[in-house]
Each structure stands twice: as C-alpha cells, then as structure tokens.
C-alpha cells in the first residue's frame, strides 16, 4: 500500500473510498509536488537527499550515477512495467523555468527526429513525445514519453513517464501520485538556476565506481544505475 497523498485524478479513478487507502502528510493547497516546508514529517517517503519520494510496494528505485565524478543525479522509479524519472533543479526566486526547459526538451526531441504535443496535463502544462528509437529487427522507430514539470519555491522538479504509463491514462496514475507526493530539499544556499539539486544514495550507500559522463538536462541521456527494490 502506497503511503502518501494521492492528486484528485488518482482518487476520482479509485472511487469514493479512495480515501482511506492512502495517508495525507501535506496540506491540501495543491495536489503537489511539496516544498519541505510544507510537510509536516518525512513519513513513508525514502531520503534521498535533495528528494523525499514515496516508497511504493513492489516499486523500484534507481539512482542515476554520474560516472565521472560519482555524484548522484536523478532517481528513477519503475513500477507495474512503467517508469518516473526525477530530477530537482535550481530555480530562480520570482520565476519558474519549466515554460522555458520544456520548449528546450520540445527542440531537442524534434531535432533527433522524433514528435512532440505539448498539452494541459495532472500538473500543468506537459510535453506528450514520441522519441526516436532502434527496432530490434534494426529498423528506426518511436517510444513515447512524457515530460511533466512542476515549478516551486526556488526549484524545479522534473519528471519523464515511459512505459505503459506514457499512454495509458490509468496506468499513469500510480507514476503520478509518486511525482505528486514527492518533497523537494533545496536549502537555503544561493545556486544559480538549473543547477542540479545532489541527491543521495538510500541508506548513505556510496555509488560503485564507473566511467565517465557528465549530468545533463538532456532527456534522452542516462547514466549507469544502482537499483533497490521496495
């Protein structure tokens, strides 16, 4: 059982007595993501350091490595064959930056021969994509994705939904209620916009040692993966 706040969408699918199979730990000025200062406790979430994600039965939680420096830099949750990849920016004081990062993300996708919508989302506005990818039988296909963005107090969280739940509106409700009821750490340190919020490993476990990459804001590159099951 899931352990945190649901956004309305989920709850409506759930019917009326939705209520009772989830704990609320924020206070209902919005469906969410959550500002540390606006949660009582952590509750069930995991600590990954800049980040507090629900811990959801039978999920699993993969921390994106960068292989050079050995910096975590995104966590990536796979759930009932979909996946949520999340990541906390830096964001300016008075203005969000997820109008702007998404007109980059809707250029990029674009550029490498792939489509993009961007249409009225559970969070706002979104990007529905269909990125370009390689067949098994060696042919140039599509994979859809979705960018979802929310713009915070002095952060940005991002997140991108692949697998079932990139098309299945009921498959994406369990993905979205961890996006949703996911806690951003920023702290009061000054950062210019976009850097990358450090996250940590569960339970303060160091990362193995990998070759090197560099974090970006590019949707389409990973880095390697440590993986814990929930």
Known sequence: MALFRRSPKAAAADGPDASDAAVDTAPASHQGPWDVSEVPERGARID????????????EV???????????????????GSALQIQAFAAPRREGIWDEIRAEIAESVVKQGGSVDDV???FGRELLA????????????????????????????RGVVSGRA????EAALELEAVFG???????DDAR????????????????????????????????????EIH
């Open 62 to 80: 993969r921390m994106e490595v960068d292989e050079k420096t050995q910096r975590v830099t995104g966590v990536g949750i796979a759930l009932n």
């Open 130 to 157: 269909r990125l370009p990818a390689r067949t098994p039988d060696g042919r140039t296909g599509h994979r859809p994705a979705r960018f979802i963005g929310f713009d915070g107090p002095r952060w940005f969280l």
């Open 166 to 169: 990139a098309i299945d509106v």
């Open 181 to 187: 009821g996911t806690v951003v750490l920023r702290g």
């Open 48 to 59: 990954l350091g800049s980040l507090w994600v629900p811990g959801v039965q039978g999920m």
């Open 120 to 122: 009225p989302g559970t």
């Open 192 to 227: 210019p916009p976009r850097d990358l919020l450090a996250l940590a490993l569960p339970g303060g476990a160091a990362p193995a040692a990998t070759t090197p990459s560099e974090p970006t804001l590019d949707p389409l590159t990973r880095g390697p993966e440590i993986t």
